[in-house]
């Protein structure tokens, strides 16, 4: 006898039930996410900012004005302001990793907000993926990203931890000393971590690793140029500068208690030119006067890096927040800033504006986006005057670069969702999407510390996304999961199905013209496999368009 036929009667009824019943809603709930926007909005999304405040205005405003007077100066015509749609795309993939859903595109659309992207910037600072996004970008800076000895090692707490502080608004000054002067067990002091990360073999901290980290993470200076030898070329630096920085760290340790400082200890090197070690005293490499005379050598360094007259600090999160938003550092390479200068358009004004601002991160997002610069086309409205490289570099027009690899893989799955992938998805949907986006990344070929250096695409990168499974398993037919089979399924027409393809991969709607050869080639499909494979092409083609893996 068959399970089928020993089964109860009612028990398969009760489960044909609960099949069609699921079906059903899969198809309310996917007409709904495809054709209409949601019929409204929570409380707490609906509280958020709807225009730009006026102390930010004023700040990018004068951000605005410098750009102004530098591309009068170099003889440069800016670019018309971008579409709305362009640039929420542009804030999903700085903050999010991802593009934005149909889903929330709709939603968007629905709002009718006098200032579209400010509304979205708030929604995405209260976000989750925002916090965790960046806190995964800043870690690379401060740890890398190898995992390290399990037993003296917990990357994913101490992004955890970042993200929480990111989250909370936490004042970035505060992250940076708890960073460089942290204390106790890596697991339940995660930023314990930014120390354990350079132990190896059962020594203490690696006092180099360290003073090379707090020199470029936090300080936007390549000092570590200098360990073996004086500066040259013209550099100023000395052997000495960097190994009196290294010797803050030279009296951290780990015991039973976790990492702590030994007064016993002390850091010593041997010098180009000498023939034994010598015992270095802690000093750092500029405005001495910031330094505490007094306490332990970590909060003393941590106290002088944070300092409000040492600039360097907050250029250098300046720097870097503004490569995470143009995927283009003001100032290349981003951790190469030039202590004197000169310094480009708008750096001193916005460094010291966010120190003004008591080192808030979000003030410092808001400010950037809200320029000028972060608004303009990548495009010239007119086809006779492209944009030309010295425009892009003087940013008279948003720099086109290419998408990093976590970006790539992040959006290629959004635009295979109709629905929003977020903290409110089913953890198991989100342990696969994590997986999908780390194998993609370590076959695409991941950099590593976030660099913004422009490279250009590889054939096997090309060959990964034609060929790979990433677009393949994510544009071909799955009625319960993918968004080609769900739209080809739920659009009442094929105009709508081709928009609606448009919107949830290019976050724009298609040209006439575009239009009208997609609409022909899904209405030649006669059956519904047919139509269903001729919606897995148009989709597999989109996300292998060049303009899919690009910033613009």
């Known amino acids: 006898m068959n399970s089928v036929s020993s089964t109860p009667s009612w028990l398969l009824w009760l489960r044909n039930a609960v099949i069609l019943g699921a079906l059903a809603l899969g198809v309310c709930w996917g007409v709904a996410e495809l054709l209409a926007p949601p019929l409204q909005v929570s409380g707490s999304i609906s509280r958020l900012s709807k225009v730009t405040p006026p102390d930010v205005q004023l700040a990018a405003a004068k951000v605005d004005a410098e750009f102004a007077k530098d591309w009068a100066q170099k003889q440069l015509q800016p670019v018309a302001r971008a579409d709305d749609l362009t640039i929420v795309r542009r804030l999903s993939l700085a903050l999010t990793g991802s593009i934005p859903s149909l889903e929330e595109i709709r939603m968007l659309e629905a709002l009718k907000q006098p200032d579209l992207p400010q509304w979205w910037l708030s929604r995405l600072l209260s976000d989750r993926r925002t916090s965790n996004y960046l806190a995964e970008r800043l870690a690379r800076v401060y740890v890398g990203i190898e995992n390290g000895q399990l037993l003296i090692y ?144 970590r909060a003393r360094l941590a106290a002088w890096v944070t300092a409000k007259e040492n600039k360097a600090f907050a250029r250098s999160i300046v720097n870097r927040m503004w490569a995470l938003l143009f995927n283009r550092p003001l100032v290349s390479p981003v951790d190469e800033i030039p202590l004197d200068g000169p310094f480009p358009p708008g750096m001193e004004l916005l460094a010291d504006d966010f120190t003004a601002h008591r080192y808030d991160l979000h003030r410092l997002i808001r400010v950037i986006v809200s320029t000028r610069a972060f608004q303009m086309s990548s495009q010239s409205a007119d086809p006779g005057h492209p944009v030309t490289t010295a425009a892009e570099n003087a940013w008279a027009a948003f720099p086109v670069t290419r998408l990093r690899p976590e970006q790539m893989a992040g959006s290629v799955i959004q635009a295979a969702s109709l629905s929003t992938i977020d903290s409110d998805t089913h953890v198991l949907f989100r342990i696969k999407r994590d997986l999908d986006v780390a194998n993609f990344v370590k076959r695409y070929g991941d950099s590593g510390e976030d660099n913004f250096e422009d490279s250009g695409g590889t054939i096997p990168q090309r060959l990964l996304l034609m060929n790979g499974n990433m677009i393949t398993n994510n544009t071909s037919g799955n009625p319960f999961i993918n968004a080609s089979t769900r739209i080809s399924m739920l659009a009442p027409d094929t105009a709508s199905a081709v928009e609606a393809a448009y919107l949830s991969i290019f976050t724009r709607r298609p040209t006439p013209a575009e239009a009208r050869h997609f609409t022909g080639f899904l209405a030649s499909a006669r059956s519904l496999q047919a139509r269903s494979n001729a919606m897995s092409d148009l989709y597999w083609t989109l996300m292998n368009a060049t303009e899919f893996s690009w910033n613009h």
């Open 154 to 297: 917990r990357r994913r707490r101490l992004v955890e931890w970042l993200s929480d502080a990111i989250q909370q608004n936490r004042p970035y000054d505060q992250i940076a000393r708890s960073l460089i002067d942290s204390h106790g067990i890596w697991t339940t002091n995660p930023e314990v971590n930014f120390v354990s990360v350079t132990r190896e073999n059962n020594k203490g901290p690696d006092e180099v690793k360290l003073a090379a980290k707090v020199s470029r993470a936090f300080l936007g200076v390549r000092i570590d140029c200098v360990q073996c030898h004086d500066g040259k070329l013209g550099s100023t630096w000395k052997q000495t500068d960097f190994h009196q920085l290294a010797a803050f760290f030279g009296q951290a340790d780990f015991s039973l208690n976790g990492l702590r400082d030994d007064p016993k200890l002390s850091y010593k090197v041997r010098y180009l030119g000498q023939t034994e070690e010598a015992k270095v005293s802690p000093l750092v490499p500029w405005k001495p006067e910031l330094l505490p005379a007094k306490g332990e050598p």
